[in-house]
């Protein structure tokens, strides 16, 4: 079955300017076009479109995406860049990931903090609250929070 731009964008979840762009940056070189000149997605394309999202959202540069289908359209000969393309991207998303952890935990302290103030009606008991009462899955975030970097 044929898709036009609309038809793909509402699968995917995405505006049709973004696939638009995705063109025009060289991402969608599988995508066939009528005599006219108009995109024809097949359902062949969805899981290329879906690898470029995955891709994208994980903070890939779109010279790297455009390389990675590059590589995948030139065959089995890439498989060994590709791989290594993945693996790559795979250690930064979980380098990121290990942030938003750091942060999240971050966030849970705070959030215990405040609740915690607000029940006693200031902040001025927490402030010189000892470590062992404060709960110990905040202890990590709470230690973080006052420890300074090293410079040097």
């Given at each position: 079955m044929i898709y036009t731009v609309g038809e793909m964008a509402k699968m995917l979840g995405v505006p049709a300017s973004t696939l638009r762009y995705y063109d025009k940056e060289g991402l969608l070189p599988f995508v066939e076009r009528s005599s006219g000149g108009m995109r024809m997605f097949q359902e062949s394309d969805y899981e290329w479109l879906q690898v470029i999202a995955c891709l994208k959202?994980?903070?890939?540069?779109?010279?790297?995406?455009?390389?990675?289908?590059?590589?995948?359209?030139?065959?089995?000969?890439?498989?060994?860049?590709?791989?290594?393309?993945?693996?790559?991207?795979?250690?930064?998303?979980?380098?990121?990931?290990?942030?938003?952890?750091?942060?999240?935990?971050?966030?849970?302290?705070k959030r215990w903090y405040y609740e915690t103030a607000k029940q006693a009606g200031t902040t001025s008991i927490l402030r010189d609250m000892?470590?062992?009462?404060?709960?110990?899955?905040?202890?990590?975030?709470?230690?973080?929070?006052?420890?300074?970097?090293?410079?040097g």
């Open positions: 959202k994980t903070g890939m540069q779109l010279k790297d995406i455009r390389e990675f289908i590059s590589m995948a359209m030139k065959g089995d000969e890439t498989i060994a860049p590709r791989l290594e393309l993945i693996i790559k991207q795979q250690e930064a998303v979980k380098a990121q990931m290990a942030e938003l952890q750091k942060t999240l935990n971050i966030l849970e302290f000892p470590v062992e009462e404060i709960p110990e899955q905040y202890r990590a975030a709470q230690q973080s929070l006052r420890q300074l970097p090293q410079i």
